[in-house]
């Protein structure tokens, strides 16, 4: 996908993503219909014990990664945030965790759970660390104070999610609904900040033209 296509479809992209966070969470950590995977101690992983339920509890999360990790990359595009070097890590981390995506889905599509969680975990802490170094890319490039500190907020919440899961099943330190709130507020920051993007042509155009960035310049 080129550059052109990556913006114009980063926001759309973002948005549609934010919003599948949200059921993600709730389904993952609630389980509004029943168990959808009993981990199995002989088998070192979970097995599916419904699979219809797995593929609509899983299927968002899948797709919310792939499509944020999308509006992340059109982002780094439209801001040519790879001119400089924090930019180019980010963009190579939103890869890793655009490919880790598209393994998550193939764990939905073959039923094999593993595969789906392993994509899924690593993908959103992939997702979390490019989140970060964009937004400090952002802010070397002169872009707008809020950009960077919605893509640095934004980011560091990904990274949270990696411990979620563990707080709220092994250790329990956290009730569910809690962690079913923090994916959603993760997501809903997705959802704004992918509106933003879509209104950027209409509102400022091309932002370019407010962030000069220098290719010499280290980030």
């Avoid at 101690?41 to 509890?57: C, K, N, P």
């Avoid at 969680?117 to 802490?125: D, M, V």
């Avoid at 999610?161 to 709220?168: E, F, M, N, R, S």
């Amino acid at each position: 996908m080129g550059a052109t296509a990556l913006t114009r479809w980063a926001g759309p992209a973002a948005i549609v993503g934010g919003l599948l966070w949200a059921p993600y969470g709730v389904c993952e950590l609630l389980e509004p219909w029943g168990t959808d995977t009993l981990y199995r101690d002989d088998m070192g992983y979970s097995e599916i014990v419904d699979g219809r339920l797995f593929v609509a509890y899983s299927l968002p999360g899948s797709l919310a990664l792939l499509l944020t990790t999308l509006g992340l990359l059109g982002a780094v595009a439209w801001v040519r945030l790879s001119a400089i070097r924090t930019g180019q890590i980010a963009r190579l981390l939103a890869y890793v965790a655009l490919t880790l995506g598209a393994l998550s889905l193939a764990g939905v599509i073959t039923m094999f759970d593993p595969l789906f969680t392993a994509g899924r975990i690593f993908g959103t802490l992939a997702l979390g660390a490019a989140m970060v170094l964009a937004g400090i890319a952002a802010r070397s490039a002169g872009a707008p104070p809020g950009w960077a500190a919605a893509l640095l907020f934004l980011g560091l919440l990904g990274l949270f999610l990696l411990p979620l899961w563990p707080l709220v099943h092994a250790v329990q330190l956290l009730p569910a609904g809690v962690g079913a709130a923090v994916i959603a507020l993760f997501g809903s920051g997705w959802a704004l900040l992918g509106y933003r993007l879509w209104l950027m042509p209409t509102e400022t155009g091309l932002w370019l033209n407010h962030c000069a960035v220098d290719p010499r310049r280290p980030a």
